[in-house]
């Protein structure tokens, strides 16, 4: 599957989802939240050595220029 058919199917996926999340309850929402959150912050450290392997990519095609700052982020930012 190409990058974009990829993409196009996740948000059509998102999108499904959306729906479906806001026929629920406040509390049902806040603990899907909570849930999610808490996977980032169990996959902080892998996440973020993802994104560092993909600017050093990106640098190394002379791409430097396109990644700002907001993508080098650490853990401590996200909690």
Do not use: F, H, I, Y
């Amino acid at each position: 599957m190409d990058a974009r058919t990829l993409v196009e199917t996740r948000v059509r996926a998102a999108r499904a989802a959306a729906r479906a999340l806001a026929l629920c309850p406040t509390r049902t929402k806040n603990e899907a939240l909570t849930q999610m959150a808490r996977g980032l912050v169990e996959k902080a450290e892998a996440l973020l050595e993802a994104n560092r392997a993909d600017l050093d990519r990106a640098r190394g095609r002379g791409g430097a220029g396109r990644t700002g700052s907001r993508s080098r982020g650490s853990a401590s930012r996200w909690v």
